[in-house]
């Protein structure tokens, strides 16, 4: 089971290709898709479906993740964040490749065991439970951490623990 | 000039085909994007992107135009649209056509010469100044509206009078 995990953001996406073998969770790649300040919009999210659309081509995940979002400062971030999260269901759905959303409690929950962890304390768990030889990048380890909590619903699901929510 | 104008909505997105030929503007076509209910998310995004792409490559516009977003009811309900518009963006800069946002109020001071026109004088307006032997439902009608103040903005601004806003 490969599951490709995606913290999206206009200028900086983070993602990242998890891999379960024998039962362990493994980290296959991960990255961030940046923007530079000076590029408009639409090419952002252009770009960011392409890559995506790339990573997909070449890594065949069968299934995506991303966090669903509860609270942002304003509407307009509102609107450009759910733009990044159009290209990025979109980049996925045209591949036939079914998304699942997780809250933002729940995925920290995946790493650190409760809901409330400081964003450092998640960097810090995700190198350590992925026996990564860096610190990811903070959007990439939001990406891994949301690709973690995927495999972990899929777990809970599979025993009727939890319903997955397909978008 | 052409341009396609769109006003996006999961569920009903309305475009439009405006041309002026011989200094007046006419309607080329106009429709709804309709999503069903049951339909998911990732799918009318999907669609959405696709049914613009098609009518992009058969009628070749030279510019778009969409509303910019100042009020919605929710974060959520924020979150949705700007995917439906992060859709449309993607649709028409994927295929290098230049896309611009004009506020709600500019795009009803096109058609009633007011910032706060009701939406069914919106519809009749439309349907006089394009000469149409319908009513266009109301979407279209506001497709219809954003295609008609680009047009407008668009002189403004070769006399020096207004900036566009290009996304």
Redesign the interface.
Known sequence: MRVLAIDPSLRSTGFALLEKVNGKICSVEYGLIRNRPEI????C??AI?DRLAELIHRYEPDSAAIES????QS?KT??????????A??A???RGVP?YEYAPRRVKQAVVGKGAAAKQQVGFMIRAMLGLRENPPPDAADALAIGLAHFQAHESAGRGVVTLV??
Request: aromatic share 6%; hydrophobic share 60%; charged share 10%.
């Open positions: 408009p919009v639409s090419s999210l252009v479906l979002t509860i609270y942002v509407y509102a609107i450009t964040l759910g733009a990044v999260r159009g290209a269901i979109i996925v759905a045209e998304i397909r978008l």
